[in-house]
């Protein structure tokens, strides 16, 4: 596995990378590009080290092409909002972004041109898709790919509940049987058809790649999850984030080595602060499975070097990371 490890951080006004250049032993923050609105998601390049994107809310996509460094404002991208972005796994210069109302772009140049996924708001129940605000309207909160098949794609919407395409974005499904205040989704290398999300009422699981789903919210103290995330190569070591709403309230980190049948509180994260920093963001590494980070909401960052077990801050302390913003490059 490679030594040097880069995590890209986005912030409520900026964006920075954290690299280590000796596995994880030390840590140096690079600069921090000031963004003039919160940073929402961000993607690493699975095959491009130095390239990742960031979704930032009303401030549209970015690029970075040298390791977090520097970012480019993809000013091409067609709407001011963007919730989520994708890197596709094979095709290095493809993304998709999600965007409000709940639309999915794509570009296949790099963020240079876009073309909207027209069949995306075709779905029958899209009329339905809304937010508990009058003044804004449904988004695509989170977009997740199949790690078994580039052409599945998974889009979860606040508020409207689950959506999946099988054919690269052409067309899409609503997938029935969970709540449909979606927060997050994600997937395992290990096992494909394992599909996991977080949803404003509790944490869901799929064995079936969506076609069905049961909570697994026993044992949780809390309801309202945030994130949600399975290991790369162990779908049923799960890690949750979770609170009393969507104020954060009360916030609490657990592990479970079931699938989530059962759950284990890790009280190493964001418990030593008072209040209670909430986990908003963790991401396993790429290039070391047994190697997971997660940022809090006042601005630490943790890493574990045994699957989430044990957990220890690393050396740097940013403005915040409430966003909950993080993705890591594969080498």
Same mark, same amino acid.
């Given at each position: 596995?490679?030594?040097?490890?880069? /995590?890209?951080?986005?912030?409520?006004?900026?964006? *920075?990378?954290?690299? $280590?250049?000796?596995?994880?032993?030390?840590?140096?923050?690079? %600069?921090?590009?000031?963004?003039?609105?919160?940073?929402?998601?961000? &993607?690493?390049?699975?095959?491009?080290?130095?390239?990742?994107?960031?979704?930032?809310?009303? &401030?549209?996509?970015?690029?970075?092409?040298?390791?977090?460094?520097?970012?480019?404002?993809?000013?091409?991208?067609?709407?001011?909002?963007?919730?989520?972005?994708?890197?596709?796994?094979?095709?290095?210069?493809?993304?998709?972004?999600?965007?409000?109302?709940?639309?999915?772009?794509? $570009?296949?140049?790099?963020?240079?041109?876009?073309?909207?996924?027209?069949?995306?708001?075709?779905?029958?129940?899209?009329?339905?898709?809304?937010?508990?605000?009058?003044?804004?309207?449904?988004?695509?909160?989170?977009?997740? !790919?199949?790690?078994?098949?580039?052409?599945? +794609?998974?889009?979860?919407?606040?508020?409207?509940?689950?959506? *999946?395409? =099988?054919?690269?974005?052409?067309?899409?499904?609503?997938?029935?049987?969970?709540?449909?205040? /979606?927060? *997050?989704?994600?997937?395992?290398?290990? @096992?494909?058809?394992?599909?996991? !999300?977080?949803?404003?009422?509790?944490?869901?699981?799929?064995?079936? =790649?969506?076609?069905?789903?049961?909570?697994?919210?026993?044992?949780?103290?809390?309801?309202?999850?945030?994130? /949600?995330?399975?290991?790369?190569?162990?779908?049923?070591?799960?890690? !949750?984030?979770?609170?009393?709403?969507?104020?954060? +309230?009360?916030?609490?980190?657990? @592990?479970?080595?079931?699938?989530?049948?059962?759950?284990?509180?890790?009280?190493?994260?964001?418990?030593?602060?008072?209040?209670?920093?909430? !986990?908003?963001?963790?991401?396993?590494?790429?290039?070391?499975?047994?190697?997971?980070?997660? #940022? &809090?909401? #006042?601005?630490?960052?943790?890493?574990? $070097?045994?699957?989430?077990?044990?957990?220890?801050?690393?050396?740097?302390?940013?403005? $915040?990371?409430?966003?909950?913003?993080?993705?890591?490059? %594969? =080498?």
């Amino acid at each position: 596995m490679s030594a040097a490890k880069t /995590i890209y951080v986005g912030m409520h006004d900026g964006v *920075c990378s954290i690299t $280590s250049e000796d596995g994880g032993s030390s840590w140096r923050q690079g %600069p921090v590009t000031a963004l003039p609105h919160a940073a929402a998601r961000l &993607a690493a390049s699975p095959l491009n080290p130095q390239r990742a994107y960031l979704a930032a809310y009303e &401030a549209g996509v970015y690029r970075t092409d040298d390791g977090g460094n520097s970012w480019t404002h993809l000013a091409s991208y067609p709407s001011p909002y963007a919730h989520s972005v994708l890197a596709h796994p094979t095709e290095e210069d493809t993304l998709f972004v999600g965007s409000e109302p709940a639309t999915v772009y794509r $570009s296949r140049d790099g963020g240079e041109t876009w073309s909207e996924l027209e069949g995306f708001t075709r779905v029958p129940e899209a009329v339905d898709w809304g937010f508990h605000s009058p003044t804004r309207d449904s988004h695509v909160r989170d977009l997740r !790919v199949a790690p078994n098949d580039a052409n599945r +794609l998974y889009a979860g919407i606040e508020v409207g509940g689950m959506v *999946c395409s =099988g054919d690269g974005g052409a067309n899409w499904r609503q997938l029935p049987g969970l709540n449909d205040d /979606i927060h *997050c989704v994600a997937l395992s290398d290990a @096992r494909p058809d394992s599909v996991y !999300v977080a949803t404003a009422r509790a944490p869901y699981r799929s064995s079936d =790649g969506g076609a069905n789903w049961q909570p697994i919210n026993e044992g949780l103290d809390r309801r309202y999850t945030l994130h /949600i995330s399975p290991a790369p190569d162990d779908a049923n070591l799960v890690l !949750v984030t979770v609170s009393e709403n969507a104020r954060r +309230l009360n916030p609490m980190f657990y @592990r479970s080595t079931d699938g989530g049948d059962s759950w284990q509180l890790v009280d190493e994260v964001g418990q030593g602060t008072e209040p209670a920093q909430m !986990v908003v963001a963790f991401e396993w590494d790429p290039a070391d499975p047994s190697r997971v980070y997660a #940022g &809090a909401d #006042g601005g630490q960052l943790y890493q574990s $070097s045994d699957r989430g077990l044990t957990w220890e801050e690393l050396p740097v302390h940013l403005s $915040s990371v409430a966003v909950g913003a993080l993705a890591v490059s %594969p =080498g």
